[in-house]
């Protein structure tokens, strides 16, 4: 925080004409919801710009936020509306920088125009917290924000699941256009119902996602209403507008009714659960309170701050109502006991490997965990018995970087019978039935988006001139999260690109000596005629460069090649124009998931995943961060 900024002191301690100002400023009236909650002696002001207060998420994103800092007395909150207009919020942005906000709060009207004013705030020296609409790239402080497809998913796999026996028929409620959140809801919810092949499905457009459009298209649709077993709608306000007409047809005992938004209050989603008139809401977190709490934490200069934060939602149902909300309510308490942590480590396949493991034996003193790690040497079994001998000794928490995604469930619910909970770092697993909450957490990198920047960096680099360039992929192990997400991220963008295409593609298991092979096998049955490499790992491309060389081919010009991890070996390849660019996985992990324990321990609900900090770099930096790399 710096004392420093133009205004700062003025605004902190004045009262009455700050609060003029700032309803001149930012539009606001006194009847508005937006404007300046006003207290004296703080020491730190949030800004919270928002991009629409008409949509009734944004308005519980305020309140939810207004009740996290009541209680805070030296923290003085300042918000704007932007009305959905992206130069107003541009505008907005600059009005809070000038009353000398320290850290700034942003749910962007449109993420794609707003990204260089973020990143104008964020390289000022400004935190930044995005919610709701993550923007491309790493230029802010922290996202925190739903998986709207995971919600759609979870609403689709508990309808297919009432009506999977005898099947039925589904109408979904959607807006004419949905909204983004609402697109990203229904392709979920449509790819769950899609498992079952005996439900039929038909759809009803409104002009507006609000409640009385709602119940209008209800009410004029009653004969497709009164032959639907299941009526879904993606918010809440239409959910309710759906069950209003719904008993006025006197279909409350024939139709059940779906939701997704699942937020507190009179006639919201959980309340009309509770009076039995959604048969399930699923819960989209709003983030007020864990924005504020990782503000406090970044104000603070605490160690332990991910990148990017997905919060869980939750099937909410009359048979778990109370729990729900239960969990809903509940109080963090770290009472700074030590805490017991059993950590299966994949192995010690690499240098970005060893780097993750002494991070994280560093965090763990740091944090006071008592660290019992087993590194498997690539053998899932070998993983198995890890995690069995961790239940014997009663761990507090099970921590498991896994070899492959598949296999898993047998053990993990042998976990869970034991009451310990399991998060999953550095790589995900893929489970039978994701629903039944085996992990808490995932927290490492975004394996999709870095195959995503391989791809992007290549398209805008490496000029096709009217030709098509062909592509070697080294893949990583075979199953293995990183290996799958990385490869269809960078297949994502290739999809747009047609001038590119994979012509080579094979498992190099993330070694040195997989690389090798991977060319080596290819150049016994080819003349060397490949543009670009894509490798999965910065091993595997060093493998490949030194198999290349041993050939008589130039790296970099015979082919322009690409990796991921970024550790220090690929700065020195890359300085010695060898290897092209190296998209970072971040190995340095150990004070987030050692904050993320201390966090589950003390009672908070975890998020669905926690993402680190990464960047991507090419030979024209590669000198100026090569002796930064601490791995």
Known sequence: MSSKRLGIKTIKYLSALVIAVSLVLMGC????????DTKEGVTSIIGVSQANMREEWRVALINELREAISSSLDIQIITSDATGDV????????????????????????????????????DSGIPVIVMDRAVEG?????????????????????VGGLLSTDGGRVVEILGRPASIQGKERL??????????????TSKLYIESETKDAAYDITMQAKGTIAEADVIFSYSDSMALGVCDAVRELGLEDKVMVVDCDGFKGADEGIDLVKQGRLKATVSCPIGGKEAFDYALSILGNESGVPKQVILRSNLITAENLEESIERMNRQSNDDGRTIKVGYSQVGQESNWRLANTRSIESAAKKFNID????????????????IRKFIEEKVDVIVVSPVVETGWDEVLWEAKDAGIPVIMSDRNVSLEDPEEGLTTTYLGADFMEEGRRAMRWIRDNVPAD??????????GNEGASPTEERGKGFREILSENPSYYIAYSEHGDFTFEGGQKVVRDYLENNEWDIDIIFSHNDDMALGAISELKEHGYSPDKDAVIVSVDATRDAFEAMVRKELSCAVECNPIIGDQLMKAIRDLCGGKQMPFRIITDEKIYDQSVAEDYIHKRGY
């Open 29 to 36: 009236s006194a009847g508005d919801r937006s404007g300046v």
């Open 187 to 200: 392709l979920g919810f449509r790819k769950a119902l899609d498992e079952y092949g005996n439900i039929e």
């Open 466 to 475: 009217g030709k098509k360039l062909k592509i070697m992929e080294i893949m």
């Open 87 to 122: 130069d107003k919020q541009i505008r907005d942005i600059d009005n809070l920088i000038g009353y000398g906000i320290d850290l700034l709060i942003i749910s962007p009207c449109d993420e794609k125009e707003l990204a260089d004013k973020i990143k104008e705030v964020y």
């Open 371 to 386: 660290l019992h790690m087993e590194i498997a040497d690539q053998s899932q079994q070998k993983q198995f018995d890890a």
């Open 138 to 158: 790493f230029d802010y402080t922290l996202y925190i924000g739903p998986d709207n497809e995971v919600i759609g998913q979870q609403a689709g796999n508990f």
